[in-house]
Nanobody, 122 residues
């Protein structure tokens, strides 16, 4: 079992920045990758970014490339999502997930956090 806990959400004005963090505990060796997903009001959950624990390779949704950065700290079993130049359309609940590969779809991820709210005002 892998337990994931997100933190760092909040309210920010458009153009601002937030940093989300996800702490993983438990059988973390069973997952090779971490991902961030989000779900906006009335929308389906969508992929944001992913990273491999082993080599740090990163993957991003087109909508966040150049604005968001995903990183990991292997020693602390944490993954961060630095979000800059935030837009109102970035509003939603952000979830971190753990799985066997750095997928851009939610299905391969077997473990999910509870989510943290990010609200970007215009």
């Amino acid at each position: 079992q892998v337990h994931l806990a997100e933190s760092g959400g909040g309210l920010v004005q458009a153009g601002g920045s937030l940093r989300l963090s996800c702490a993983a505990s438990g059988r973390t060796f069973s997952s090779n990758a971490m991902g961030w997903f989000r779900q906006g009001p009335g929308k389906e959950r969508e992929f944001v970014a992913a990273i491999r624990w082993s080599n740090g390779n990163t993957y991003y949704a087109d909508s966040v490339k150049g604005r968001f950065t995903i990183s990991r700290d292997n020693a602390k079993n944490t993954v961060a999502l630095q979000m800059n130049s935030l837009k109102p359309e970035d509003t939603g609940v952000y979830y971190c997930a753990a799985g066997p590969l750095a997928a851009t779809t939610s299905t391969p991820y077997g473990y999910w956090g509870q989510g943290t709210q990010v609200t970007v005002s215009s």
